[in-house]
Structures are given as structure tokens and as C-alpha cells.
């Protein structure tokens, strides 16, 4: 194969651009001006980058962040998802009660709890996993659905508003909730806050011993066991409850900046999502913020399909699907061609 | 760094940056067409489902064909869309927005403080601005009708109602059905049940069959897709030789099982739709719900035109004559509260709360 230099991305998507194209044309839909309203979603206008692409952006970076510290270490967390309403869940309650509390100390109140919260819906599957020995992806994608099935359950029981009649909680309180990042744009500080914690991460596994080992570690755990006395087990755990805290923190970023309130399927998936969105940055966190972006755009654009061009819902679906795929073939091709595929590479 | 998605994707973003800085700026829908004006629909589920989100997909179409609108729908998949697409259609210059279901409130009170020319437009909403119009379906209408043709048609006096989730909307509805069921027969016994879901169709056909060996012979429901249970259990009883009726609610089901079915309450939806576009068009909204079905056709019950020979002429009658009683405002069968501002609400839990 050639080796794929400068026109690798513009490969990339023409491919997607093409197979996607075929796609609206087999549903028969007007092609261009689907793609139009495709780009016009995504990228058209200030409020289309901010409130529609960015803004879709911030629970997969975080959730894809999750992921991607978490196999890193060679943790399989599918858990994201589960960990996400638990941290929504647990930041909601928190900045509903406090609420009259100044946002200086309930937002961070908020985030801590949503924290906590992922960690401990990730600690039963890592206890499980390093005393036991049961698979974490099991554990991890089996408590995503008590999750959501808990949170649709508090929302219709203690949760609910006050006049018992919607299926959704009361509005968080002004001071509980996160203030605009862009200006006249719903683009909320929640995306700052993933993009430091990208950069951070980033940091430790380049900069860090402790990043080191967990690329050790996820590289071969009995051997940093023998050869850096690494206690792999203890450092297992650590990343595996971080990355529940991660995906807990998107949650309730998530509420705070977007919904406003609890509402029961609160996430489209991002926990999932994110495997995709972690997988194709090779694991690397200044990568995933690209990646986060690119998914919030095709999501971006994908829903104005609906509004401009009368694509139905399960048509973007699709088109959001075969996307991704043509996108994760280019990659495939190109990083074949360019000699670097296998084991995700360190930062 | 030399991880490939980074210069995968960050070109295409530059670019995306660089194209729509000279790209044209959002245009108005009405400058696209020659449409007197533009109407959005927004549903939660898809349009496809022969109920209650293509009831509200017909009325856009109505609205087109009629005016000649500009219309656009989107589909929204969680909580999370909802500000977003009243965002785009605010942007655009959308000047009526339905978005068909309450679960769209509290984010249309934000979008109408934000896009004041816009008219927003929420189903069994039950929160109000001057540009944010709860639409209430007054089913409570149809349901007493569907009560009277009850009371009239039992012959053990005992009738059941098998609901959903017990939430004041449809709290009220069986209170109108029970008032329906005496105002023909005073002695009828009443059972009630709730199931907690709309949709758990083997629990719907549970609870019939149970009100059907405590002596019911009429059974209406307040479901969703449970309702299939319901007409399941009375055709089975009905077959074993107990002559037991049904009754459909929300939409025209007298044709799932013909053969036992009463009628139905029906809401047309897409009537509603296009009565308050009118009313819309005539400045005649804002600021208070809109309840749709008090004096027009938009909520009725339907008699079952295949059983119409077993129904009597006197009962028949004297539906009419309450039909035209109930549009005329001569009479108001009774609901329970819960919009507010409407008459009898508390602000803090009306009726008998959720769960």
C-alpha cells in the first residue's frame, strides 16, 4: 500500500462523505442538500460549533476520557455509561438541595458527589474483578442497566417534581447550574473543564511515574509486576475507580450545564459512544478531545438532516453509524500504511 | 504526538472553521419559500406509530396543505436535544413551534424568553408565558360520553377501569368516565386499577380479568400499549361465553376487537392542531392554555359501528343530546387539576401524586 501522507484525512472523509451520500441517495433523500444541512449542522454558524457540535462534545470527552484511561491500564470498563447516571444522579441531588447555597460552593459540591459517585458504581466491578477475578466487562455492562433503571425509578418516585404529574425531576436552582463558556451560545464552562482534564491526563501518562506504570501495567501486569515491583493490583484498582469517577463527573456535568434537571435516559449512549470515541484516539487524551468533537459534529449534523432535509431519525442513525465505520476504515488503512498499528501507542 | 486521529481529524476541523467563517450566514426559513409562515413540530418517538406522534405529524401536514406553510419535524432522541432544537428553530425564524409532548416544558419556557416572535406550543404542557401555549386535550369529553354508553350497556352494573400510571391527566379521565357510568345507571359499582405502566400489556390483562370475575362487564382503559392486553382478555371472556365489553381510549380502537368493543374516546389530534394554528393566526393565544376539544369535534367518543345494532336507540340519544350539551358549555364533566392557573390547582401537588 502507499504510504498515506498529507491527503490521509481528506481520504478519510471523502470515504465517509461517499458511502454516506449512497446511503441518503438509497433512502431517497435530496443528497445534496442533506449533506448541506449535514455541514450547516455541524459547523455552519456560531451557534452550530458551540451550541450544537461543542456543547454535544462534553459527555464524550469525558466519558471517552474514562475509557480511555481505563484501557489504558488494560481495564475493559464498559461501565461508562452506568457510572455517567450514577454521577448524574448524585450531582442533581446534591445541587437540588443545596441550592441556596452560592454557586462558589454548591457547583463544586456537585462535582465532588458526581465523582464519588462514579467511583463507588465503579468499585463493585473492581473489587469483583481483583479478588474474584470475575470479567469487568460483564460486571461493568450489567450495573449500567441497574443504573439507568434506578435513576428512571427515583425520577417517577422521591425524585419526582412536586406536583407528582411529569416524569422528570424539578429544575435545578440558578446558583446549581454551569454559566456559559462562549457567549451568546449554550456552550456551557462543562467543555473548559473536559478540555483541562484532557490535558491533564495527557500530562500524567507523558510525564508522570505513575502514568508510566499504568501504560505498564496495561501493557503486561505480571511483567511490571516482576521486573518494577509494581503492586499492579492496587494501581488496577486506583485507575479503574478513577475512571468511574471520570464518567461520573459527565453526568452531572451533563445536568448542570444542559438538561437542568433529571430526566429518566438522560444519556444517548455516551458511555458506549465513548469506547468508539477513545478507540479511535488511539487512547490518547489530547486525541479523544479531537475525536469527542468530530462524533458531537456527525451527532450535530446528523439531527439537522432531520430538520432541513426531512431525513427521519432512524435514516441519521444509520448515517451516523456508517460514518464512524468509514471513518474507523480510513484510520485502519492509513495507520497500516503508515506502519504504526497495533498495541495503543504511549503519548 | 503521532497518533493518526488527531491529524485526521484536526484538519477537517480547521477546515470546517476556515469554510464557515465565509459561509452564508443562517438564513430565515420564510426567505427560503414562499411560505405565509413556518411551523415546527418536535416529537419524542417516531412518527411512524399510528397513535399519538402520528396524530401530531398528520396535523403538520394539515397545516401545510391548508396555508401553504413551511414545515420541518425533528424526532428528538433525549432531554438533552430539546433546548438545541428550539434553539435551531428559534434561529431560523420558525413562527409556531408544536413540540408534542409535556416533556418539552420547562426548555420552551426557556426558548420562548429567548425567541419572543416565536410561539411555542407544548401538548399537555402545564407551564405558561405570553408565547408558550400549554395544549390540553379535554379527553375528560370523551370519557364521560364512554362512561353514559357503559352505565347503559352493563347488565351486572359492575364496570371496570384498568389506567396506566395514576398521574392527575389521567386521574381525571376515569373521574368523567365514573360520573359518565352514573349519570345513566346510579347504582354502578366501579372497580379501578392501576397497572404503573403504559405498556405492560400482560399486566393490563391481568387486572381485566380480575374486574371480569368480580362481575364487570364493561372494562375501558387509559394505556398506551398495554391497551392490547385489555382487548385480549375481554375477547377471551367473551369466547368463553361471558358477554363482556371493551372500550378504547386516546384514539379510534374499535376495529382491534370489533366484535366486543363498545367504541372508543378519541382525541384528533391533528383537528387540534389545526384549530389552534387558527386560533394562532387570529391572535387569539398566549398567555393561558389552550383547551382543544371543548366545543369542537376534537375529542368525541366513537361508537363501534360494527356492534351499532346491539347498542339501544334511547342510549344512543341521549349521548347525542350530552355530546351537544358538553359543546355547547352547557355541561362540564369534571377533571382534575393540574395546569397552572387552571381552576382548583395547588402548587404543590394536585391530586394524589405520582407512583
Request: proline share 5%; hydrophobic share 50%; charged share 15%.
Amino acid at each position: 500500500m502507499i504510504r498515506a501522507r498529507w491527503w490521509g484525512p481528506f481520504f478519510a472523509i471523502g470515504l465517509a462523505l461517499a458511502v454516506t451520500s449512497v446511503a441518503l441517495a438509497l433512502g431517497g433523500y435530496d443528497v445534496p442538500q442533506a449533506l448541506g444541512a449535514l455541514w450547516r449542522g455541524a459547523f455552519g454558524s456560531e451557534q452550530a460549533i458551540a451550541s450544537f457540535t461543542l456543547k454535544r462534545s462534553v459527555p464524550l470527552l469525558l466519558t471517552g476520557l474514562a475509557v480511555a484511561l481505563a484501557f489504558r491500564a488494560g481495564i475493559w470498563n464498559i461501565g461508562a455509561e452506568g457510572q455517567l447516571y450514577a454521577g448524574a444522579v448524585a450531582g442533581f441531588t446534591v445541587g437540588f438541595v443545596g441550592g441556596g447555597l452560592p454557586a462558589a460552593v454548591v457547583i463544586p459540591a456537585m462535582l465532588a458527589a458526581s465523582l464519588v459517585a462514579g467511583a463507588a458504581w465503579a468499585a463493585f466491578p473492581t473489587v469483583m474483578k481483583l479478588r474474584g477475578g470475575t470479567n469487568e466487562v460483564i460486571t461493568t455492562l450489567l450495573l449500567n442497566f441497574v443504573a439507568i433503571h434506578l435513576t428512571a425509578w427515583l425520577i417517577d418516585g422521591p425524585l419526582q417534581e412536586p406536583q407528582g404529574v411529569y416524569n422528570e425531576t424539578a429544575p435545578l436552582p440558578e446558583s446549581a447550574t454551569l454559566g456559559t463558556l462562549w457567549p451568546g451560545t449554550d456552550l456551557h464552562v462543562g467543555f473548559a473543564l473536559a478540555v483541562a482534564l484532557a490535558v491533564v491526563l495527557w500530562v500524567v501518562f507523558r510525564f508522570t511515574r505513575v502514568g508510566f506504570l499504568i501504560r505498564a501495567v496495561g501493557e503486561g501486569p505480571e511483567a511490571a509486576r516482576i521486573a518494577g515491583r509494581v503492586d499492579s493490583g492496587r494501581l488496577s484498582a486506583g485507575v479503574f475507580l478513577a475512571s468511574g469517577a471520570l464518567a461520573g463527573l459527565a453526568g452531572a456535568v451533563h445536568v448542570a450545564g444542559v438538561d437542568l434537571a433529571l430526566y429518566p435516559g438522560l444519556s444517548q449512549g455516551w458511555g458506549y459512544t465513548a469506547i468508539a470515541v477513545a478507540l479511535l484516539a488511539r487512547l490518547n487524551p489530547l486525541a479523544v478531545i479531537a475525536t469527542a468533537i468530530f462524533f458531537g459534529a456527525i451527532q450535530a449534523g446528523g439531527t439537522s438532516m432531520q430538520r432541513v432535509a426531512g431525513v427521519p431519525l432512524a435514516w441519521v442513525n444509520v448515517i451516523e453509524a456508517i460514518t464512524v465505520i468509514g471513518v474507523l476504515i480510513a484510520a485502519r488503512g492509513r495507520s497500516r500504511s503508515g506502519g504504526d498499528a497495533g498495541a495503543p501507542e504511549a503519548a | 504526538m503521532r497518533s493518526f486521529p488527531v491529524r485526521l481529524v484536526a484538519p477537517g476541523f480547521l477546515l470546517a472553521l476556515g469554510l464557515s467563517a465565509c459561509g452564508e450566514s443562517e438564513s430565515a426559513c420564510r426567505d427560503l419559500s414562499e411560505a405565509p409562515f413556518c411551523v415546527a413540530l418536535l416529537t419524542a418517538g417516531p412518527v411512524s406509530d399510528a397513535g399519538w406522534y402520528a396524530g401530531a405529524y398528520e396535523g403538520l401536514l394539515q397545516i401545510e396543505q391548508r396555508w401553504g406553510a413551511q414545515i420541518s419535524h425533528q424526532q428528538t432522541r433525549t432531554a438533552s436535544e430539546y433546548d438545541e432544537a428550539f434553539l435551531a428553530y428559534g434561529t431560523e425564524g420558525y413562527d409556531l413551534v408544536f413540540a408534542h409532548g409535556s416533556e418539552y416544558q420547562d426548555a420552551a419556557i426557556r426558548a420562548g424568553e429567548r425567541f419572543p416572535e416565536t410561539t411555542f406550543i407544548v401538548s399537555g404542557g402545564g407551564r405558561i408565558a405570553d408565547n408558550v401555549v400549554p395544549l390540553i386535550f379535554t379527553l375528560e369529553n370523551g370519557s364521560y360520553l364512554a362512561g353514559m354508553a357503559a352505565g347503559g350497556m352493563t347488565e351486572s352494573g359492575v364496570v371496570g377501569m384498568v389506567g396506566g400510571v395514576r398521574i392527575p391527566p389521567a386521574e381525571g379521565v376515569f373521574l368523567a368516565f365514573e360520573a359518565g357510568v352514573k349519570a345513566v345507571r346510579p347504582d354502578a359499582e366501579v372497580l379501578e386499577t392501576w397497572i404503573g405502566t403504559w405498556d405492560d400489556v400482560a399486566a393490563a390483562k391481568e387486572a381485566v380479568t380480575s374486574h371480569i370475575s368480580r362481575g364487570a362487564d364493561v372494562v375501558v382503559h387509559n394505556t398506551d400499549g398495554a391497551s392490547f392486553g385489555v382487548f385480549n382478555a375481554v375477547r377471551e371472556a367473551a369466547d368463553a361465553g361471558d358477554p363482556t365489553w371493551a372500550i378504547g381510549m386516546n384514539r379510534d380502537q374499535n376495529d382491534i376487537a370489533p366484535e366486543v368493543t363498545l367504541g372508543s374516546a378519541v382525541i384528533r389530534i391533528e383537528d387540534a392542531f389545526v384549530e389552534i394554528t387558527e386560533a394562532w393566526r387570529d391572535s387569539e393565544i398566549g398567555g393561558a392554555a389552550y383547551y382543544a376539544g371543548g366545543e369542537s369535534e376534537v375529542v368525541d367518543f366513537v361508537a363501534n359501528p360494527a356492534v351499532m345494532d346491539r347498542i339501544p336507540a334511547d342510549l344512543l340519544a341521549r349521548i347525542d343530546s350530552m355530546r351537544t350539551a358538553i359543546r355547547s358549555g352547557d355541561f362540564d364533566p369534571p377533571r382534575v387539576p393540574f395546569i397552572e392557573g387552571e381552576e382548583g390547582y395547588e402548587e404543590t401537588g394536585a391530586g394524589a401524586g405520582g407512583g
